[in-house]
T-cell receptor, first 111, second 114 residues
Framework: EPEVTQTPSHQVTQMGQEVILRCVPISNHLYFYWYRQILGQKVEFLVSFYNNEISEKSEIFDDQFSVERPDGSNFTLKIRSTKLEDSAMYFC?????????FGPGTRLTVL | AQSVTQPDIHITVSEGASLELRCNYSYGATPYLFWYVQSPGQGLQLLLKYFSGDTLVQGIKGFEAEFKRSQSSFNLRKPSVHWSDAAEYFCAVGAGAAGNKLTFGGGTRVLVKP
């Protein structure tokens, strides 16, 4: 059964550094998403992406975040200058329609 | 604004016993409702979804959920729990159109006693 994959599974970075989290969505899905879950808190929506454009974003998704589909398979989330409060589990998801399918997540630790 | 409440943070159930997880939502229009399960170290796996029609929906792993509009609820049930059902369960609501965000509840952690 096709799955969403994410790399790396764990990323440790220093505050102020740039990180890129990578996702490979399910191949015939057209809609892509990023969510995050800070330890002990709810899963929060960050952004959705369709047809090479952001279709919806939350107030969390400020100018330090960006998303890109650099080729036909990858979907990336870039955080330009990480802050301590960016430490969280980041989930990628994809969907053919309304039901979203999630990857295993990348745990980002900012020191 | 849409929101989801899962009143139970932890539930402990004996293996073979029934399980019910509560979910209440707030949404201005007809909601699209989902239950996801997260096992340790795993991603969020879709258990079932409700879009319209029959208010009792069947999902994978023997789970079912019932949509009750009058109570703004979408409770998840399983008649007989297996040890492998120990996990965290998340209820989510969405607008329904592809590309729209999901809003998640805080999750319910299920522990299964032998």
């Amino acid at each position: 059964e096709p799955e969403v994959t994410q790399t790396p599974s764990h990323q440790v970075t220093q505050m102020g550094q740039e990180v890129i989290l990578r996702c490979v969505p399910i191949s015939n899905h057209l809609y892509f998403y990023w969510y995050r879950q800070i330890l002990g808190q709810k899963v929060e929506f960050l952004v959705s992406f369709y047809n090479n454009e952001i279709s919806e974003k939350s107030e969390i998704f400020d100018d330090q975040f960006s998303v890109e589909r650099p080729d036909g398979s990858n979907f990336t989330l870039k955080i330009r200058s990480t802050k301590l409060e960016d430490s969280a589990m980041y989930f990628c998801a994809s969907s053919p329609q309304a039901a979203q399918f999630f990857g295993p997540g990348t745990r980002l630790t900012v020191l | 604004a849409q929101s989801v409440t899962q009143p139970d943070i932890h539930i402990t159930v004996s293996e073979g016993a029934s399980l019910e997880l509560r979910c209440n939502y707030s949404y201005g229009a007809t909601p699209y409702l989902f239950w996801y399960v997260q096992s340790p170290g795993q991603g969020l796996q879709l258990l079932l979804k409700y879009f319209s029609g029959d208010t009792l929906v069947q999902g994978i792993k023997g789970f079912e959920a019932e949509f009750k509009r009058s109570q703004s609820s979408f409770n998840l049930r399983k008649p007989s729990v297996h040890w492998s059902d120990a996990a965290e369960y998340f209820c989510a609501v969405g607008a329904g159109a592809a590309g729209n965000k999901l809003t998640f509840g805080g999750g319910t952690r299920v522990l299964v006693k032998p």
